[in-house]
């Protein structure tokens, strides 16, 4: 008897049970949904077949109609265009300036990108969901997609490069470049001997602000993979410039590789006879020249940070400039690099006071830092960084010369970090 009643209990108990969870998954679709989805990710990520595999599938193998159903509803290729409404925490009527993040990537920059995201996002941009445009001259990945797309604040949005904007134009010499290239592998030139890094530069310099997804922003902050940002950024940098009035911001400057631009100088040289026009007044000329333009002293801010006005790009003074020194040829007779050719544009064809440098946003990328020079501002904006590793006032930075071009105080602690 004891035993007949203890297995109706138990009976009882697992009907109790089996209604629960009915109730419970009723009253809660979006658990189901989780669940299938989840199970339907898994398959997805462990059906897809390995080269062997795919070689062991006979070409009239057809899947079913209803395995095709599943793959349409399961594997929709991420959008070109993530939106989000998400509000801006400075309030709801807080109005952003026109601008957006840019960074150009390949599909395996991918986890070395994530790491420049992060730092963007936790230290400013969930305080502002600015947009973030990707370019490359491939076709981004799903997973590239998916992955940037779960990880920005704002819109996303990923563009193919024209093939006109990354390649050689019809007057370049391709045996001459080849040869060039040759030679800088040899002299050990760093990336010397990399076509791919020149198509880089050439659209770095010319085209990038041309793009189809950045034609209707105004301002733009450039990102690379694998940066930090050591600081917090507690305002909106973008309402900065526009509010300042400036064109160019960075954080680092430095010294070139002269075996990359040996005539570089030369041909600015010829562009500043012909088109005096485009020379501003109280530019940043004493900051790349010790000699009022004879010679280039290599002084250019370091471009893979930027943070800056497109229309300057867009002008007719950095338009003339670009196409005069592409026709030269010396992004592939050389290795000429976005920076100098940006610097030398911004130096130029800007008034210095359209010019900031972002001294309080801690930055790195490989080699260099720049960690806000006085504890003071490095407490304040809970900075990572260690100020022995700031470059700003060493021996190959062009900086302390910005300052003294600029007539601008130093940071009381700067002797400390040189
Ligand atoms: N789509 C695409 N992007 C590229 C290519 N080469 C470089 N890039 C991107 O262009 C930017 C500059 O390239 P980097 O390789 O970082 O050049 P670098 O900063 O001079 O060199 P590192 O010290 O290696 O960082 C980065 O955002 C890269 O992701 C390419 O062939 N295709
Ligand atoms: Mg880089």
């Given at each position: 008897m004891p035993r007949a009643s203890t297995f109706r209990i138990l009976r009882l108990a697992a009907l109790a049970f089996i209604l629960l969870v009915i109730i419970y998954k009723i009253t809660n679709p979006s658990s189901l949904t989780a669940l299938s989805r989840a199970a339907g990710y898994h398959e997805r990520a462990s059906s897809k077949p390995g080269p062997e595999q795919q070689a062991a599938v006979?070409?009239?193998d057809k899947p079913t109609e209803s395995a095709k159903e599943e793959v349409k509803s399961e594997e929709k290729p991420a959008a070109d265009v993530t939106t989000t409404t998400a509000p801006v925490d400075e309030g709801k009527d807080y109005v952003r300036a026109n601008a957006t993040f840019v960074t150009l990537a390949r599909n395996v920059d991918i986890w070395s990108l994530v790491k420049s995201i992060r730092h963007v996002e936790d230290r400013f941009n969930r305080k502002y969901h600015y947009d973030w445009v990707f370019l490359n001259d491939d076709d981004f990945d799903d997973n590239f997609k998916e992955v940037t797309s779960s990880l920005i604040s704002g819109n996303v949005k990923f563009g193919k490069i024209p093939k006109e904007h990354w390649g050689y134009p019809d007057w370049i010499d391709q045996e001459k470049a080849a040869e060039v290239r040759e030679q800088m592998r040899q002299k050990q030139v760093i990336y010397g001997d990399s076509v791919s890094y020149r198509h880089m530069c050439r659209f770095e310099s010319g085209f990038f602000f041309q793009h189809e997804l950045m034609k209707d922003y105004k301002y733009y902050w450039r990102v690379e993979p694998d940066i930090i940002l050591h600081c917090d950024i507690d305002y909106d940098v973008f309402k900065f410039m526009e509010q300042g009035g400036y064109d160019y911001g960075f954080t680092l400057s430095l010294y070139e590789y002269i075996e990359t631009i040996p005539t570089l100088w030369k041909s600015v040289k010829k562009f500043i006879q012909e088109h005096p026009e485009h020379i501003a007044e109280d530019n940043l000329m004493n900051w790349i020249s010790d000699d009022n333009g004879i010679t280039y002293n290599k002084c250019h801010f370091w471009s893979n940070f930027e943070i800056g006005n497109l229309d300057f790009w867009r002008s007719p003074a950095y338009s003339d400039f670009f196409d005069f020194l592409d026709y030269e040829g010396g992004f592939f007779y050389e290795r000429w690099g976005d920076a100098p050719v940006h610097s030398i544009a911004a130096a130029l064809f800007l008034?210095?006071?359209?010019v900031h440098f972002f001294d309080d946003i801690g930055y790195w990328h490989v080699p260099f830092t720049n960690c806000p020079t006085n504890k003071e501002d490095r407490l304040r904006l809970k900075c990572s960084c260690n100020p022995f590793d700031n470059f700003i006032w060493k021996g190959y930075s062009c900086t302390p010369r910005y300052y003294d071009v600029m007539k601008m105080k130093r940071p009381s602690e700067w002797h400390e970090q040189s």
């Amino acid at each position: 008897m004891p035993r007949a009643s203890t297995f109706r209990i138990l009976r009882l108990a697992a009907l109790a049970f089996i209604l629960l969870v009915i109730i419970y998954k009723i009253t809660n679709p979006s658990s189901l949904t989780a669940l299938s989805r989840a199970a339907g990710y898994h398959e997805r990520a462990s059906s897809k077949p390995g080269p062997e595999q795919q070689a062991a599938v006979p070409s009239d193998d057809k899947p079913t109609e209803s395995a095709k159903e599943e793959v349409k509803s399961e594997e929709k290729p991420a959008a070109d265009v993530t939106t989000t409404t998400a509000p801006v925490d400075e309030g709801k009527d807080y109005v952003r300036a026109n601008a957006t993040f840019v960074t150009l990537a390949r599909n395996v920059d991918i986890w070395s990108l994530v790491k420049s995201i992060r730092h963007v996002e936790d230290r400013f941009n969930r305080k502002y969901h600015y947009d973030w445009v990707f370019l490359n001259d491939d076709d981004f990945d799903d997973n590239f997609k998916e992955v940037t797309s779960s990880l920005i604040s704002g819109n996303v949005k990923f563009g193919k490069i024209p093939k006109e904007h990354w390649g050689y134009p019809d007057w370049i010499d391709q045996e001459k470049a080849a040869e060039v290239r040759e030679q800088m592998r040899q002299k050990q030139v760093i990336y010397g001997d990399s076509v791919s890094y020149r198509h880089m530069c050439r659209f770095e310099s010319g085209f990038f602000f041309q793009h189809e997804l950045m034609k209707d922003y105004k301002y733009y902050w450039r990102v690379e993979p694998d940066i930090i940002l050591h600081c917090d950024i507690d305002y909106d940098v973008f309402k900065f410039m526009e509010q300042g009035g400036y064109d160019y911001g960075f954080t680092l400057s430095l010294y070139e590789y002269i075996e990359t631009i040996p005539t570089l100088w030369k041909s600015v040289k010829k562009f500043i006879q012909e088109h005096p026009e485009h020379i501003a007044e109280d530019n940043l000329m004493n900051w790349i020249s010790d000699d009022n333009g004879i010679t280039y002293n290599k002084c250019h801010f370091w471009s893979n940070f930027e943070i800056g006005n497109l229309d300057f790009w867009r002008s007719p003074a950095y338009s003339d400039f670009f196409d005069f020194l592409d026709y030269e040829g010396g992004f592939f007779y050389e290795r000429w690099g976005d920076a100098p050719v940006h610097s030398i544009a911004a130096a130029l064809f800007l008034p210095k006071d359209k010019v900031h440098f972002f001294d309080d946003i801690g930055y790195w990328h490989v080699p260099f830092t720049n960690c806000p020079t006085n504890k003071e501002d490095r407490l304040r904006l809970k900075c990572s960084c260690n100020p022995f590793d700031n470059f700003i006032w060493k021996g190959y930075s062009c900086t302390p010369r910005y300052y003294d071009v600029m007539k601008m105080k130093r940071p009381s602690e700067w002797h400390e970090q040189s």
